[in-house]
């Protein structure tokens, strides 16, 4: 989906990105760095629009939303980089 799309869906839903992000467990800014990329992932996109369509059929969506219990995302591990690769030569 479009950013902008996505932008509009969730403003018809009557949330910000800063909203969307804290009900989904995501960051803020993750979501809002899909802006230099001009698209969302499909995932988020089916949630923002999910949302909209509920808002306007006159759905509180946040709390059902809210009933789905979080995980705790595990850090990385200070100083994470990845796997790096041998010296071929």
């Given at each position: 989906m479009d950013y902008s799309d996505f932008n509009q869906a969730l403003q018809k839903a009557g949330m910000t990105k800063k909203e969307f992000a804290a009900?989904?467990?995501l960051n803020a800014g993750s979501v809002t760095?899909?802006?230099a990329?001009?698209?969302?992932p499909r995932h988020l996109a089916?949630?923002?629009v999910l949302c909209r369509e509920l808002h306007l059929q006159g759905y509180?969506?946040?709390e059902l939303i809210?009933?789905?219990?979080?995980?705790?995302?595990k850090p990385r591990p200070k100083g994470f980089q990845g796997d790096r690769?041998?010296?071929l030569f």
């Open positions: 009900l989904i467990g760095n899909y802006a990329a001009g698209a969302v089916i949630i923002a509180e969506f946040r809210e009933r789905v219990p979080k995980t705790e995302k690769q041998r010296d």
